[in-house]
């Protein structure tokens, strides 16, 4: 797409840096968005199930030749579940420090695509809005890096000693959205490099509202668990062996009903779901609007709203194995599956919550059927230092970027387990969160977008961060 882009001039008074950098970011603008609808037009899904893996390898090499062209020497590098991650390093000027610029080039299958407004896969601009899978989580976040880099860079030399004021390690990695953990595997068998960086930025958070600049300071963990149930060698009439027989769908909705009270609380034996969050609150009538909720839905839990989306855990059915309604048969079912998301609160062990929960499953299992779990790989919960020196210059250069809105910090219900892998490896680095997404931007659902401006904002305030972290302000 040709895009055309009109930032808004830096208000009287704006520091220098904010000034300079700000208009070298704004007439970036445009080839952001069009590079933008390029890579959202590969559908890099990393599920072969769905979509040709070539498709997640022709988005790695695009990150990667993107991210050469302006001298991060990147190279596609294999993980332990056949997905490339694209992995640069370009060494400090001598005294500097190094950043670590996370980001992922995957993205979630696009669910029903009838519910799409337009094409998933086609960058499309409606009210302002770029609407697209991947725009926001994690395009958005890729061409943000690319952006604030080019601004930096501002034509000099790619091999020139000083192009930029700082050490640049990239990482983006290509199964982020499936969960198998298989960059933390990589990063595990490969911990030099990620030992190097001083700072790490992970872009994969976002903003609280849009225009509201936001760190995130914490992390819910999360672990799958696939329940299986079985009652029958094989499928029988329901009017015949129905009413004695076995019924393996009704005993998995009957288990699946214990996970929450009334109020929709979990009520997992072992699993501890009182915790209160003193930090940021969103707001019930902003959450209610920004989740879409129906007049009349109960939202769920006893606590706050960040309470429960951020400090407690919670059990969320993503999947049922079971014939759907069209093309349904007069028949028992021999068997039934669900596909369990539990996240984990920060300060609470996954491994304890998985195991918690798989007893209490085959423990609520009725009428004798026959249970079998599968757990995936755990994700850890983290907490950010927001006392760090690191912390504090990234919350003014995002004030300074989205031009005197402060900052502020927030919890995240979300999960990126990666981050608590790094900080094992590299505990002195300091770990910052943020991203393009704000609250309209309905990452993981259909109709996904992201504002071009949090792409420019979040773009100034990285750049400005690190010319600022190297002493250039």
């Given at each position: 797409m040709t895009?055309e882009?009109?930032?808004p001039?830096?208000p ?10 700000g ?6 603008m ?8 390029e890579?959202v ?12 893996p070539a ?16 001298g ?9 579940d ?7 390093h370009?060494?400090?000027p ?8 996370y ?11 009838h ?9 499309t601009?409606?009210d302002g809005?770029l609407?697209?899978r991947?725009?926001?989580?994690c395009?958005?976040n890729?061409l ?5 880099l ?6 000099a ?6 192009t930029?004021p700082v050490?640049?390690?990239l ?5 982020e959205?499936?969960?198998r953990?298989?960059?933390?595997q990589?990063?595990i ?16 958070a976002g903003?609280a ?5 936001t760190?995130?300071v ?5 672990v799958?668990?696939v ?21 393996p769908?009704?005993?998995?909705i009957s288990?699946?009903a ?7 609380n979990?009520?997992?034996p ?20 920004d989740?879409g909720l129906l007049?009349?839905s ?13 400090a ?8 049922i194995?079971?014939?759907p309604?069209?093309?349904?048969v007069?028949?028992?079912q021999?068997?039934?599956?669900a596909?369990?998301n ?12 998985r195991?918690?929960l798989?007893a ?15 757990a995936?790989?755990?994700g ?7 006392t760090?020196?690191?912390f ?5 250069a995002?004030?300074?970027a989205y031009?005197?809105v402060g900052?502020v ?5 979300g999960?990126?387990?990666l981050?608590t ?11 910052v969160?943020?991203g393009?997404p ?11 977008s ?6 420019r904002?979040i773009a100034?305030g990285?750049?400005?961060f690190?010319?600022r972290l190297?002493?250039?302000?």
């Amino acid at each position: 797409m040709t895009s055309e882009y009109s930032a808004p001039a830096a208000p009287a008074g704006a520091p220098a840096d904010r000034i300079e950098i700000g208009n070298r970011i704004a007439d970036l603008m445009p080839r952001a968005i069009d590079e933008l609808a390029e890579l959202v037009a590969i559908p890099s899904i990393a599920d072969e199930r769905i979509v040709d893996p070539a498709e997640c390898v022709r988005a790695a090499e695009w990150v990667r030749e993107a991210f050469r062209a302006e001298g991060i020497p990147a190279e596609l590098e294999l993980t332990p579940d056949g997905t490339y991650a694209v992995i640069g390093h370009r060494p400090a000027p001598e005294g500097a420090p190094t950043v670590l610029l996370y980001c992922h080039y995957d993205v979630q299958p696009i669910l029903d695509e009838h519910e799409w407004l337009s094409p998933p896969f086609e960058l499309t601009e409606r009210d302002g809005r770029l609407y697209g899978r991947g725009s926001a989580d994690c395009k958005g976040n890729v061409l943000a890096h690319l952006t604030a880099l080019r601004a930096l860079r501002n034509g000099a030399p790619t091999d020139g000693a000083d192009t930029y004021p700082v050490g640049l390690i990239l990482v983006a990695e290509g199964s982020e959205e499936q969960g198998r953990a298989s960059l933390d595997q990589y990063a595990i068998a490969n911990p030099e490099l990620f030992k190097k960086a001083d700072v790490i930025l992970i872009q994969d958070a976002g903003n609280a509202a849009f225009g509201l600049p936001t760190l995130s300071v914490s992390l819910r963990g999360a672990v799958d668990v696939v329940v299986r149930v079985e009652a029958l060698e094989a499928s029988v009439h329901s009017g015949m062996f129905g009413g004695a027989a076995t019924d393996p769908i009704a005993a998995l909705i009957s288990m699946l009903a214990t996970l929450r009270d009334e109020r929709g609380n979990t009520t997992v034996p072992g699993i501890r779901a009182d915790q209160v969050w003193q930090g940021l609150q969103y707001e019930e009538a902003a959450y209610r609007a920004d989740a879409g909720l129906l007049e009349g839905s109960q939202r769920l839990g006893s606590g706050t709203v960040s309470d429960q989306i951020v400090a407690r855990p919670v059990v969320t059915v993503l999947g049922i194995d079971a014939p759907p309604v069209v093309g349904a048969v007069a028949a028992v079912q021999a068997k039934a599956a669900a596909k369990l998301n539990l996240r984990v609160p920060p300060g609470e062990d996954p491994a304890q919550m998985r195991d918690a929960l798989i007893a209490h499953l085959h423990a609520v299992a009725p009428w004798g059927v026959k249970v079998e779990t599968e757990a995936g790989e755990l994700g850890y919960p983290f907490m950010s230092d927001t006392t760090s020196p690191s912390f504090k210059l990234l919350e003014q250069a995002l004030t300074d970027a989205y031009d005197g809105v402060g900052a502020v910090s927030a919890g995240m219900g979300g999960s990126i387990p990666l981050t608590t892998t790094l900080a094992g490896i590299n505990p002195t680095a300091d770990i910052v969160l943020l991203g393009v997404p704000d609250s309209e931007s309905r990452i993981h659902s259909t109709n996904e977008s992201v504002h071009p401006e949090e792409i420019r904002r979040i773009a100034l305030g990285e750049a400005l961060f690190l010319q600022r972290l190297a002493g250039g302000n």
